[in-house]
T-cell receptor
């Protein structure tokens, strides 16, 4: 079974500082991996995804993530935080094949950005 | 493109009544839709996978008689919370996969906030 672990339920950074949100997955074969952002009382917006192409994936709003198979990790980074980045971030994994699109989510990381 | 719309965005109902939530793919066909539930300050938990024209597949621990799912067309899936109780209050989100594509992404609706009083 798939599982996703997000280390740190809350991360606080200053505006302009590096953002690092951690995600580790558990799977017997490399799955598809996703990062989503959620603003209060809204659905999910896809930031980026890994689907076995380049291991360094660039997404929207300046975010990127690197798939490291040896570490079973898919950490999300942004070089310089902006106030508008404050939100809940979810890492998710999807199996390949017939259940494509069926996502298993981590518990989420609340990002706070201080001025 | 790839817009998924949920209706209503929020609903308040009395305990014991039933509530229907709609999930529509507006500009694409979706053979498969997924229903998630999110408790406050928590992650999304997959409730069921809905396939057009067939019965939904429920995750372990989800009561299929409580949460009725119908996927009658390639653009519409509905979730009905039957005999709702306060513990059913939650944020319900659907997502949809594009029919026939190798696209790995599922697109999410904006969610429905259900409050049972």
């Amino acid at each position: 079974a798939q599982s996703v672990t997000q280390l740190g339920s809350h991360v606080s950074v200053s505006e302009g500082a590096l953002v690092l949100l951690r995600c580790n997955y558990s799977s017997s074969v490399p799955p598809y991996l996703f990062w989503y952002v959620q603003y209060p009382n809204q659905g999910l917006q896809l930031l980026l995804k890994y689907t076995s192409a380049a291991t360094l994936v660039k997404g929207i709003n300046g975010f990127e993530a690197e798939f490291k198979k040896s570490e079973t990790s898919f950490h999300l980074t942004k070089p310089s935080a902006h106030m508008s980045d404050a939100a809940e971030y979810f890492c998710a994994v999807s199996e390949r094949g017939s259940t494509l699109g069926r996502l298993y989510f981590g518990r989420g990381t609340q990002l706070t950005v201080w001025p | 493109g790839a817009v998924v719309s949920q209706h209503p965005s929020w609903v308040i109902c009395k305990s014991g009544t039933s509530v229907k939530i709609e999930c529509r793919s507006l500009d694409f066909q979706a053979t498969t839709m997924f229903w998630y539930r999110q408790f406050p300050k928590q992650s999304l938990m997959l409730m069921a996978t809905s396939n057009e024209g067939s019965k939904a597949t429920y995750e372990q621990g989800v009561e299929k008689d409580k949460f009725l799912i119908n996927h009658a067309s390639l653009t519409l899936s509905t979730l009905t919370v039957t005999s709702a109780h306060p513990e059913d209050s939650s944020f319900y989100i659907c997502s949809a996969r594009v029919y026939g594509a190798l696209n790995t992404e599922a697109f999410f609706g904006q969610g429905t906030r259900l409050t049972v009083v």
